[in-house]
């Protein structure tokens, strides 16, 4: 069975200060992770995937298989980055549901 | 495009009631879905489609229904309210297979009283 897990329900940083959101996942075949965030009444959306290997808004997240872990990072966070960040993993043969971690809500303090 | 649209935004039910939540997407997308998602829990799967007349069963699937007689619409059913169904209630949509990016709608706040 595949199974998300993020660590920390809640984590607040300074502006400026690095941020790393941690995603561990389990699953037995080729994974497919994803970051979705959902900021204040807006709509959940995507952030970044790991097959497109981008950075958005500063954030990037790297696929460790080893470890099997997709942290999510930015160097330097801003107040707007405060919001509720969801690591989800689906297979990349497409046919395996996409699953969500409990979400993280990070807290930028000014 | 409207994207996912969502309705109704909220609503309130007696214990025992039933109720259809509407979804429907314009983007011609094959895979839909829906999920609850509850403090502390995240979003949970509750059912899934990956084309017209194929439906199939997340991780929480009791007690509710589904199906996908075209492309655009996914109603969700809730037979007889709970109030462990009292949740924020979201359908996604993507192009392909489940390994894509997902379109969410702005989701629907159900009660159970």
């Known amino acids: 069975a595949q199974r998300v897990t993020q660590p920390e329900k809640l984590l607040s940083v300074f502006k400026g200060a690095p941020v790393e959101l941690k995603c561990n996942y389990s699953?037995?075949?080729?994974?497919?992770l994803f970051w979705y965030v959902q900021y204040s009444r807006q709509r959940l959306q995507l952030l970044l995937r790991?097959?497109s290997r981008e950075s958005i808004k500063g954030f990037t997240a790297d696929l460790n298989k080893g470890e099997t872990s997709f942290h999510l990072k930015k160097p330097f966070a801003q107040e707007e980055d405060s919001a509720m960040y969801y690591c989800a993993l689906s297979g990349l043969s497409g046919n395996t549901p996409l699953v969500f971690g409990k979400g993280t809500r990070l807290s930028v303090i000014a | 495009n409207a994207g996912v649209t969502q309705t109704p935004k909220f609503q309130v039910l007696k214990t025992g009631q039933s109720m259809t939540l509407q979804c429907a997407q314009d983007m011609n997308h094959e895979y839909m879905s829906w999920y609850r998602q509850d403090p502390g829990m995240g979003l949970r799967l509750i059912h899934y489609s990956v084309g017209a007349g194929i439906t199939d069963q997340g991780e929480v699937p009791n007690g509710y229904n589904v199906s996908r007689s075209t492309t655009e619409d996914f109603p969700l059913r809730l037979l007889s309210a709970a109030p462990s169904q009292t949740s924020v209630y979201f359908c996604a949509s993507s192009p392909g297979a489940n390994n894509q990016p997902q379109h969410f709608g702005d989701g629907t706040r159900l009660s159970i009283l």
């Open positions: 699953y037995s075949g080729s994974p497919e």
């Open positions: 790991h097959i």
